[in-house]
């Protein structure tokens, strides 16, 4: 049996970001909650290569940070000389590689995997992906002789008139086989932008007489770079588009796609309804007939069936079981978890608070490290004190406990299944199930004060 070819990836994503502003590396831009860079990764892992390489420059730490999870080797590109001169910079990293050697650009983030694979499937030296552009803009062309031969790559900026009209364009993606690319790459003259250009290596290749394949792809979509804020907006809107459209033809109903922002790592199911301004974010899952938005933001949470969200929640790391409601305002903060039934009301926050069955709080609360037991109703303004300004304490409210508007439950503290407690109190020990807990001072009436105070200060 003939031995399967070794692949490895090569992500270029050291570059400036000139063009982006250039304040932060681009690699780290948000789409739909995840960076950039972690869509080219994605790709790249699809294909299951036996080492992913990435080269990092600016911003190296936060970008370095991205690649944990795809277990990639980072290799870092001191000085910024070019695409030619960051591909060179993997070299070390893939010492006694021997096989293909597919190169991506960091700042792609509509690629997909399987998109790729005609190139890895090359016996070429080399093989270049191009496509065809209507305005190709600032992408490098494909230059091709009177017999339409592949003769070079040429950057945009130094096209002559005439070949400005070409519309054949570098997508920036290569198969080079190592180790025979690396002295190419090693004898890259400087450009007259000072810069080591990757897109000279074919061209060379080519001239002497060296097997370069033109891989033609239908559609240069899937290849779009991020070099200025409006390609940025294009890609994350034809992103947001394609999810968009696959949910709705699996069943799910977004009353304004423009305005609905998911990511594709999260799990909506038929029938779920989702209003206009609503971001679902991360790895969220949302249940069938559940209802969010509008202006709903939901990251890394779930939402059980028949849930609904309303307006201005914000939601992050949290679970909703099923028939719930939420909102309009409310904050869940992670760790939180509420259950069926209950309903969580206007500027009402919870931190890392499990809320039980069918509870209510309806109004201007604050729950943090607490466990709310069943059928527990928590009135306007109660807030758990559960911080000393060195640590946190738990509150625990036993089934059906009443606590009345305006209170403070100072943790760490005990309320018993049951109990009740009496409205603007503030509550430093446990009270038993069954009791009622007050601690607010008894109300005096003063009889004939006002009419005394009016005489006084006439
Ligand atoms: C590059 C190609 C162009 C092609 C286009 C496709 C070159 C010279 N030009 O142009 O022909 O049509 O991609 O998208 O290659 N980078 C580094 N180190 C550097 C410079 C860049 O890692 O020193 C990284 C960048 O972070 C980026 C990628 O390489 O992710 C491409 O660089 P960019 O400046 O965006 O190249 P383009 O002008 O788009
Ligand atoms: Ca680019």
Same mark, same amino acid.
């Given at each position: 049996?003939?031995e399967?070819?070794q692949l ?5 994503a ?12 681009k690699?780290?831009l ?11 990764l994605?790709?790249?892992v699809?294909?299951k290569?036996?080492?992913?390489v990435?080269?990092?420059g600016k911003d190296k730490e936060k ?11 980072v290799?870092v ?7 030619g001169?960051?591909f060179?910079?993997?070299?070390d ?10 190169v991506?650009m960091?700042d792609?983030p509509?690629l997909k995997?399987?998109l790729?694979?005609r190139l890895?499937r090359?016996?070429a030296l080399?093989?270049?992906a191009?496509?065809?552009?209507d305005?190709?803009?600032?992408y490098g062309r494909i230059?091709r ?7 070079e790559?040429?950057?945009a900026r130094?096209?002559s008139p005439k070949e400005q009209?070409?519309?054949e ?13 690396w002295?190419f790459l ?6 007259s932008t000072?810069e080591y250009?990757l897109?000279?290596?074919?061209g060379?290749?080519?001239s002497q007489?060296?097997k370069v ?5 239908s559609?240069m ?5 991020v070099n200025t804020p409006?390609?940025f907006?294009?890609c994350?809107?034809t992103l947001?588009?394609e ?8 069943g799910?109903?977004?009353h304004?796609?423009?305005s609905?922002w998911?990511s594709p790592?999260?799990?909506v199911?038929k %029938? &779920?309804?989702?209003? !206009?301004y609503?971001?679902i974010? =991360?790895?969220?899952?949302?249940s069938a007939?559940a209802i969010?938005? /509008?202006?709903?933001?939901?990251e890394n949470s779930?939402?059980g ?6 307006a201005?929640t ?5 679970r909703?079981g099923r028939e719930?409601l939420?909102?309009?305002y409310a904050?869940?903060r992670?760790?939180t ?7 969580v009301?206007?500027f009402?926050e ?6 039980g069955?069918?509870s ?5 609360t604050?729950?943090?490290d607490?466990?709310?037991g069943?059928g ?6 109660v807030?758990?004190c559960n911080?000393d %300004? &060195?640590?946190?304490h !738990?509150?625990?409210i036993g089934? =059906?406990a009443f606590?009345?508007?305006d209170?403070q439950?100072v943790? /760490?503290?005990?309320i018993g299944?049951?109990?009740y407690i009496g409205?603007g ?9 069954g009791?009622?807990?007050i ?10 004060y006002?009419r005394?105070?009016r005489?006084?200060?006439?």
């Open positions: 049996m003939k399967k070819k490895a990836v090569v992500i270029l050291a570059g400036e970001s000139t063009r982006m502003g250039g304040v932060r590396s690699a780290l948000q789409l739909l909650g995840k960076p950039l860079l972690s869509y080219v994605n790709a790249a699809s294909l290569p036996q080492k992913v990435v080269v990092v970008v370095t940070s991205i690649t944990r999870e795809y277990n990639a080797h290799v590109q001191e000085k910024r000389l070019g695409t001169h960051a060179l910079t993997a070299r990293a893939l010492k006694g590689f021997q096989g293909t050697v597919l991506l960091g792609t509509l995997g399987s790729l694979r890895v090359t016996s080399c093989a270049v191009s496509a065809h552009l305005s190709p803009g600032h230059i002789d009177a017999d339409d031969s592949f003769v790559i040429k950057e130094h096209l009209n070409i519309k364009v570098n997508t920036g993606v290569y198969a080079f086989q190592a180790p025979e690319v002295p090693e004898k890259l003259k400087l450009s000072s250009y897109t000279d290596v074919p060379i290749m080519a007489g060296l394949e033109v891989i033609k792809f559609s979509i899937p290849f779009s770079g409006a390609d907006h294009f994350l809107t947001q588009r999810i968009n459209e696959q949910l709705m033809n699996r799910v109903i977004i304004h796609p423009e609905t998911i790592d999260a799990r199911e %029938g &779920v309804e989702i209003f !206009p609503t971001f974010l =991360g790895k969220s899952k949302i007939g969010i938005g /509008p202006h709903v933001y939901v779930s939402i069936a028949f849930t609904q969200i309303l201005f914000h939601l992050e790391g949290v909703i719930c939420i909102g309009p904050r869940l992670p760790g978890r509420v259950d069926s039934g209950a309903r009301g206007n009402v919870m931190k890392n608070t499990t809320f069955q069918g209510k709080a309806n109004h201007l604050y729950l943090g607490a466990t709310v069943k527990v109703n928590v009135g306007a303004g807030i758990t911080y %300004g &060195v640590k946190k !738990p509150t625990f089934d =059906g606590i009345g508007s209170c439950l943790a /760490p503290v005990k299944q049951g109990a409205a109190s503030t509550i430093t020990k446990d009270v038993p199930p009791a009622l807990g601690s607010r001072a008894p109300q005096k009436n003063i009889e004939g006002a005394k105070k005489k006084k200060g006439s």
